[in-house]
């Protein structure tokens, strides 16, 4: 019997960006879905209020409390944590994200992490708390990372 791996499904929130904030994470759950691999996926987006997200993404109809405690959490319960660094096209900081993945680091939560900005590769943080680095999304799913994770942690499969 499997046991489930649960993956969080970290990254820039905004309604502004809606799109291309949940496109993303429905790619990555879409295509793990046709796969051999009982995943749950933990995603801050999983909730009833998405029209109420702010344009800036930093308020909801819940409290900062509220969404903090639900994100840490869920990175608390995961497995993996999946990051992406991308702010499509943003100027504000990646803040919450960056906080979730040292909450993470401080739990020894494996971290990928989806970039191509030297900024972030080149930090002395990010690239510390990073297991691996890779510049889409495309390439993660190509490198198989995180079935290298599940086989890893859940079970011998050969």
Sequence with gaps: MNKFFKVYLAGFIS??????????RKK???????????????????TDNLETISENGLKSSYSANTIIHKDYMSIMNSDLIVVNLDTFGNDRPLIGTIAELAWAWEHHKPILSITTDATYKEHPFIKYFTSEFVSSLDELIEKKLIPYFYKGLVTARY
């Design 15 to 24: 309604e502004k960006n809606m799109e291309e904030c949940l496109g993303w």
């Design 28 to 46: 990555i759950r879409e295509y793990y879905t046709s796969k051999d691999y009982p995943i749950i996926w933990l995603d801050p987006l999983n």
